[in-house]
């Protein structure tokens, strides 16, 4: 499949709201790529929780359906807290199937659409983190490519050698 057709890209279902349903692909997104292991079930569980039962009601997350309605991608985003209306785009993942097919774009395009739509009073800025390690390399890319500024480096985060990079975009004209 191919999502850079403008028929694909146009299709209002292509991005839609998580639900219960996706849970289990949501999960398998992440454990074939690599970034939990398979284990890790409960939880992953426990972060998509507070979403699907409506007690984190600002926390949101994002599928990108396949014309066959397979879920090929999902991205995560909520405001951070003890920040001013800063929002972190705590996981994004794309089936390794479908990489480089302008999934993930997708994803991140309508996440700051919805963050600029709901205005500078709601979302200032977007921050994603990742890791420094070659296996993240393709999101380092992606997320210059996409127009995110490097902006930190916390050495030694997720362990020896394993320094967190944080990403950071303004969501809005000004310094609102
Ligand atoms: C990072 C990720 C979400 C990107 O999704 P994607 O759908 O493959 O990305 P896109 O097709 O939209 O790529 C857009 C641009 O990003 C850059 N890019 C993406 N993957 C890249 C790679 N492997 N190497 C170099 N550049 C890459 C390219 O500039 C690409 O444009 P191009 O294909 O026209 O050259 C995907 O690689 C993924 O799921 N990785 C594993 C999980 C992960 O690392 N998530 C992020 C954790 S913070």
Request: hydrophobic fraction near 45%.
């Amino acid at each position: 499949m191919s999502v850079r057709t403008p028929d694909f890209l146009d299709a209002a279902a292509a991005v839609r709201a998580a639900d219960a349903a996706d849970v289990i692909p949501i999960h398998a997104l992440a454990v074939d790529n690599a970034m939990f292991a398979p284990d890790d079930m409960a939880g992953f569980a426990e972060m998509l929780q507070g979403y699907l039962d409506g007690s984190l009601d600002q926390h949101r997350w994002i599928v990108a359906d396949d014309p066959a309605d397979r879920v090929v991608g999902a991205a995560y985003y909520a405001p951070e807290p003890f920040a001013d209306r800063l929002w972190n785009l705590y996981f994004l993942a794309v089936h390794p199937g479908e990489h480089r097919k302008g999934i993930g774009t997708l994803l991140t395009s309508h996440v700051e659409e919805s963050l600029r739509n709901a205005g500078s009073q709601v979302a200032r800025v977007l921050i994603v983190e990742t890791s420094s390690t070659d296996e993240y390399q393709a999101a380092r890319r992606f997320y210059e490519r996409d127009g995110f500024d490097r902006e930190a480096r916390v050495r030694e985060f997720y362990g020896p050698g394993d320094h967190k990079i944080v990403y950071w975009k303004s969501l809005v004209e000004t310094g609102d």
